[in-house]
């Protein structure tokens, strides 16, 4: 039993030391950060790096990443994004560290070179001592997990507790607006917070890569089970967080003392360890009334907080060309293009308009939850997930007509898209985020890589209908499809339902006021969202004839966000051009560039996403901004100036003026 308790103990160090990590930066600048695991990742790939592929030593490998390089990136980062997240709203900050969680690993892929193994040295000299105590074994690398985490609590406890520079940083988490009227510089502090953070990431990212692997796919799970330890710390509770760490980390182990790792209940019961803690959390506080977003700072901060005008209105309604709307008119003249594009492509750029357009399909969803109802669900590619099962369960074992199965199946989908709606309603922002984005994992491991339509990775068949065989004619039956459920969009946007809907996502409180249901709005757009992923998932399966159950890894989601935020989450149209985009960059650079060079297009997808930071209304709407603004100057510029009137006498009354005009 020791065995299992020392092994649980060594990986909830790991999880306590992440979680406090988020913790820390949450309260100190409001800011949840999602590329946790990337920024992990980094810090471990420059330590690999140097220790095995340029043979330094542990202790100067070491030292050099954690002590100079995490530092020098957390400070950069905070100096290049971080800083300009103050004010913005929750999805946001979100969204820009999800960028940054895109562009990263690429980033450094790119400048470091691609490892052909995951396989990686922590902390501990290999091959690894094994020590035994009290009849248990122990091995270096489960003794460096317990290392850092003693250093981790007696050095951040001492430094928080007895220093000045702990005294500045608990004083900016209360308020930084009074900070700075006492003399400190609240952006240093923050920047300092900032650095600390990335070292813990580091630390954090080198002490698992020895057990999960060298790569973002492997510490992914890591973070988001940190998420759990930060949900029962409600966001703020340091010390609570780090032993709920602990506590996930025995749960995890101890329990296979008495099942086999090996089995079915195993591979069902260990990866939902950590939801079952953020579900227990979840519930205790919706019980207590507290499920709210945790607000960062005093109550100075939040009275002069200005917000960062998160809007994402397109102001060019009032652009024409004729009698027709501009945007309209684009969009046609796109959606032309596009319908013309079979007829001259190849086979090779026909095929990959066929995958943007289907992959447009799924965007939409995104449009519909998080465009229209204001919620950040990261889920929505385990719904596409699901599609692709439906209709392979439907159409190939069941022996449906493919098309039937692709629009009746996904029906299923909505019960479980009112059911994620109605336990997350009452959860603020943030906290949708981690539990959507728990689900995703849940879902794909639990769900769409069964053996009965993972087939070893290569998916199961799923059969094209009879009229829609060839490349042409599907692109076709896509875009079809895509344009019905676009003018859906639309038309909910321009319904009463839909304006209800705007008017929840602009505030909640306000449309009590006058009646609206809050519960109604957001579960509507929840169902239609869940039904929508899941459509486009069974024409992603139809598309590529087959399931493919790895296509839909949460990580790939995340980058579809990304992409789709940088353009615009409410233009329907910023949907079709993203699924293009996805699949025409990647290509042209394959085609026309240096192979070292074809991970640029995420990187360019990750950097979009970040730079919402300064944009946070999306490109379109910004260049819409832009060209209105310029059609305003000219009219200025056109129209004649007024003549001034005349100066009133002192001693006329209201109707003097008048009568000085006729004089004059």
Known sequence: MLSYILAGLATGSIFAIAAGSLVITYVASGVFNLAFAAMAFTVARVYYQ??????????PAAFVSLVVFAPLMGAVLYLVLFRFLQGRSTIIKLMATLGLSVALPPLVELVLGKLTA???????PVPLKVFRFAGATVNADQVAMYIGLLVVLVVGVGVLRFTDIGLKVRALVDSGALTSLSGTNPGRVSMGVWAVSTMLAGLTGILVAPTSGLSVAGMTPLMTTAFAAVVAARLKNLPVAMGVGLLIGLAGAVPQKWIDPNSSFSHYFLPCIPFIFMLAALVYFAVRGQTGDQATGGALDRAIAVEGGDSSVVPSAGLKIGRFPLPVVLSVVFVVVVGLLPQVFNTYWAGLTASGIVLAIVLLSYTLVTGEGGMLWLCQISFAGFGAILV??????????PIVATLVGPLVAIP??????????????LYIALVTLTVALLAQTLVITQTRWYNFGSGTPVSRPSFALDNKAFIYLALAVFLAVALLVVNLRRSTAGLALGAVRWSENGARTIGLSVLQSKLLVSALAAYVATLGGAFIAMNNQTTLPDFFQPFTGLVWLAVLMTLGSRSVMAALVTGLLYYYMPALFQQYLPTSLGEVPIILFGLGAVA???????????????????????ATAKSPTPPPTPPASPTSTTSEPAVAGRHA
């Open 392 to 401: 392979a369960e439907l159409a190939t074992l069941r022996g449906w007509d």
């Open 50 to 59: 140097l220790h095995v592929e340029s043979g330094w030593g542990i202790a």
């Open 416 to 429: 479980i898209g009112l059911l994620i709606g109605a336990l997350t309603i009452r959860l603020g922002e």
């Open 118 to 124: 995951n396989t990686a040295p922590g902390l501990a």
């Open 612 to 634: 919402l930071a300064t944009h946070p209304e999306g490109a379109f709407s910004q260049i819409a901004g832009d060209m209105t603004k310029k059609r305003a100057k000219k």
